[in-house]
């Protein structure tokens, strides 16, 4: 704001015990302290308050860009699901064979074992 030295707070006491003289100076001090030590801490109340609302305004939008990711991922879990579910209960869909591919030939039933003849 602006910055007061030594030789102008001493020029201010002059002119204070100046005007309002030795008997009334001293309770000018203190009136004027008082309501400097009032405003200064209803500017750091203030201050913290708008820090403390800065604050939650920004875990709140910390929060609901959270709960936005959160929702896009649950919908395409839903989705996956859905599809996954669609695949698990189709019938299995017959797959030709690949071009070129000849299935081996039928093998022949087998033979028939010849009878065991009875021992001597």
Known sequence: MFELGWIEIALIGVIALVVLGPERLPKAARFT??????????????????????AADGLKAGLEAEARVLREAAADL???SAE???DF?????AVPPPAGFEAPPAAA????????????
């Open 78 to 80: 839903r989705k996956t």
């Open 33 to 54: 302290g008082l309501w400097v030590r009032k405003a200064r801490a209803q500017w750091f109340a203030v201050k913290a308050e708008l820090e403390r609302e800065i």
């Open 89 to 93: 209960e189709a019938p299995p869909a």
């Open 109 to 120: 039933p087998p033979a028939a074992a010849p009878p065991e003849r009875p021992g001597p």
């Open 84 to 86: 996954l579910r669609e």
